[in-house]
């Protein structure tokens, strides 16, 4: 049953919303320029001698003290290596309930590249929903059959299956499910060889994201490869045609906007360790200003400027929301039943992704996570019903104490995780208490989605 998305909002007050979201976003894009001119990138220090880093001009001072009286998080916050980036944005109601944004920054730097890994779903998920309804095609949706052809090296076929179970069929809709409850890399594949490197890249600039680049498969394929994209069809359950989308090919070689980029001190290639830094320069950038305004846009698409704001239906939105915030388990997704996905397996940022530690009910948590090449990202928005609070939060920090990329040797479980989970409980438990003119109502935000 579909429930539609009610905001808090209405189209009479679109001009405050937008000034509300354009006031937060010059806010974040000065500091971040700011930020490139005045701090250059740490040195990985090895050894046990570490200088620790002073906090900067730029640094929220509520973040900076919030973060030095907790000693795990200070302990963190205060060394180089760890190259952490924070966002905290305060929500404020007034007394129509419409949202207002301010955010609070630590060591916020576009300057310093870090790998966004799956933190890339996002833009993917909502701008592939967004192209089917720019495709306009008569039984083309995202519960459609989709098939996935080949036409270039490193391209992997996907052919026609109807399956008797719904759950198991290659969908736009399905990908997506897996993208936001486990975050499935081969479900990335076929959404970005859906939407084609080049039209995705232009649309993220066109909303307001110049320096993101999405250049990249999850798999070993070589820069050339990842400007080809697959021919794709849509069809019915019978295996008639609705659609065929030809192979893309991108002509624009795309590099990081930051120049070069070299990182650690060696990386694993098979069994060998080759003693030079890893290149990031034609990898995935997505800084997390970005990434942290793209989710606002989803949750809050009305604070967004009309320019910049998604082409999606009410539907569109309550379906991403769905599975934002559901757990494996009670997503009613049946691929996902198993004990391996547990609750908190996509769930950094207050659980630390602990299969032990019991959820809160009254907490809801819609976010998307990185995890790979020794950095770990967590990109939330927290919703609490006991304590009527909310606030998004974003962080990334890089666990590589040995400073070798790919060999597999990360401080995750010992470093970041438990950081994550502490940054996440101290900023919840301090957002609860904060005094504010008018608490929340967070109801679209505990509604019952729709699930299929």
């Given at each position: 049953m579909?429930a539609r998305l009610?905001?808090p909002?209405?189209?009479t007050?679109?001009?405050?919303s937008?000034?509300?979201?354009?006031i937060?976003?010059?806010?974040?894009l000065t500091?971040t320029?700011l930020?490139?001119?005045?701090?250059?990138?740490?040195?990985?220090?090895?050894?046990?001698?570490v200088r620790?880093?002073?906090?900067?001009p730029?640094?929220?001072?509520?973040?900076?003290?919030?973060?030095?009286?907790?000693?795990l998080?200070?302990?963190?916050?205060l060394?180089?290596?760890?190259e952490?980036?924070?966002?905290y944005?305060q929500?404020?109601?007034?007394?129509q309930?419409?949202?207002?944004?301010?955010?609070?920054?630590?060591?916020?730097n576009?300057?310093?590249?870090?790998?966004?890994?799956?933190?890339?779903k996002l833009p993917v998920?909502?701008l592939?929903?967004?192209?089917l309804?720019?495709?306009n095609k008569p039984?083309?949706?995202?519960?459609?059959?989709?098939?996935?052809?080949t036409?270039w090296?490193?391209?992997?076929?996907?052919p026609f299956?109807?399956?008797a179970?719904?759950?198991r069929?290659?969908t736009v809709?399905n990908y997506?499910?897996?993208?936001?409850?486990?975050?499935?890399?081969?479900a990335?594949?076929?959404?970005?060889?859906?939407?084609?490197?080049r039209?995705l890249?232009q649309?993220?600039?066109?909303?307001?994201h110049?320096?993101?680049?999405?250049?990249r498969r999850?798999a070993?394929?070589?820069t050339a490869a990842?400007?080809h994209t697959?021919?794709?069809?849509f069809?019915t359950?019978?295996?008639?045609?609705l659609?065929?989308?030809p192979?893309?090919?991108?002509?624009?070689?795309y590099?990081?906007p930051?120049?070069?980029?070299l990182?650690?001190?060696?990386?694993q290639a098979g069994?060998?360790?080759?003693?030079?830094p890893?290149?990031?320069?034609?990898?995935n950038?997505?800084?997390?200003?970005?990434?942290?305004?793209?989710l606002?846009s989803?949750?809050?698409?009305e604070?967004?400027?009309?320019?910049q704001?998604?082409r999606?239906?009410?539907?569109?939105y309550?379906?991403?929301r769905?599975?934002?915030?559901?757990?494996p388990?009670e997503?009613?997704?049946?691929?996902?039943?198993p004990?391996?996905?547990?609750d908190?397996?996509k769930k950094?940022l207050?659980?630390?992704?602990?299969?032990?530690?019991p959820r809160?009910?009254n907490?809801?948590?819609y976010?998307i996570?990185?995890?790979?090449?020794?950095?770990?990202?967590?990109?939330?928005?927290?919703?609490?019903?006991?304590?009527?609070?909310?606030?998004l939060?974003s962080a990334?920090?890089?666990?590589?104490?040995?400073g070798?990329?790919n060999?597999g040797?990360?401080?995750?479980?010992?470093?970041?995780?438990?950081?994550?989970?502490?940054?996440?409980?101290?900023?919840?438990q301090?957002d609860g208490q904060?005094p504010?003119l008018?608490?929340?109502?967070?109801?679209?935000?505990?509604?019952?989605?729709?699930?299929?």
């Amino acid at each position: 049953m579909s429930a539609r998305l009610h905001h808090p909002m209405k189209a009479t007050h679109q001009p405050r919303s937008a000034l509300y979201y354009i006031i937060g976003t010059v806010f974040l894009l000065t500091i971040t320029t700011l930020a490139a001119a005045s701090i250059r990138l740490a040195p990985f220090r090895h050894g046990r001698e570490v200088r620790a880093i002073r906090s900067t001009p730029d640094d929220s001072p509520l973040l900076d003290s919030l973060l030095k009286a907790n000693p795990l998080l200070k302990r963190v916050a205060l060394n180089p290596q760890y190259e952490l980036q924070i966002i905290y944005t305060q929500i404020n109601r007034d007394a129509q309930n419409h949202p207002s944004f301010t955010p609070h920054t630590y060591h916020l730097n576009p300057g310093q590249y870090f790998n966004p890994a799956s933190l890339v779903k996002l833009p993917v998920v909502a701008l592939s929903l967004e192209k089917l309804n720019d495709l306009n095609k008569p039984g083309v949706t995202r519960r459609t059959i989709m098939a996935t052809g080949t036409a270039w090296r490193c391209q992997t076929p996907v052919p026609f299956a109807a399956p008797a179970d719904s759950d198991r069929a290659a969908t736009v809709g399905n990908y997506i499910k897996r993208m936001l409850l486990v975050s499935d890399n081969v479900a990335y594949n076929r959404l970005y060889e859906f939407l084609g490197q080049r039209p995705l890249n232009q649309r993220l600039q066109e909303i307001g994201h110049p320096s993101a680049r999405i250049t990249r498969r999850f798999a070993p394929c070589d820069t050339a490869a990842n400007r080809h994209t697959n021919p794709i069809s849509f069809h019915t359950s019978r295996g008639d045609t609705l659609y065929k989308q030809p192979a893309q090919y991108n002509p624009t070689a795309y590099r990081s906007p930051l120049g070069r980029v070299l990182k650690g001190r060696a990386y694993q290639a098979g069994r060998r360790v080759i003693p030079e830094p890893y290149d990031f320069t034609t990898a995935n950038h997505l800084p997390l200003a970005d990434i942290s305004s793209f989710l606002q846009s989803i949750l809050f698409p009305e604070s967004v400027p009309t320019a910049q704001r998604l082409r999606l239906t009410p539907t569109d939105y309550a379906f991403l929301r769905r599975y934002l915030h559901a757990t494996p388990h009670e997503s009613g997704f049946h691929a996902y039943g198993p004990a391996r996905y547990f609750d908190a397996y996509k769930k950094y940022l207050y659980y630390g992704r602990n299969p032990t530690t019991p959820r809160q009910s009254n907490l809801r948590i819609y976010n998307i996570v990185g995890m790979s090449h020794g950095y770990l990202a967590d990109v939330a928005y927290f919703a609490d019903s006991l304590h009527q609070s909310e606030f998004l939060l974003s962080a990334v920090l890089y666990v590589n104490q040995d400073g070798i990329i790919n060999d597999g040797v990360y401080e995750y479980d010992s470093i970041g995780q438990p950081f994550l989970a502490q940054l996440g409980r101290q900023i919840h438990q301090y957002d609860g208490q904060r005094p504010r003119l008018y608490r929340p109502n967070l109801a679209e935000f505990f509604i019952s989605e729709l699930t299929r």
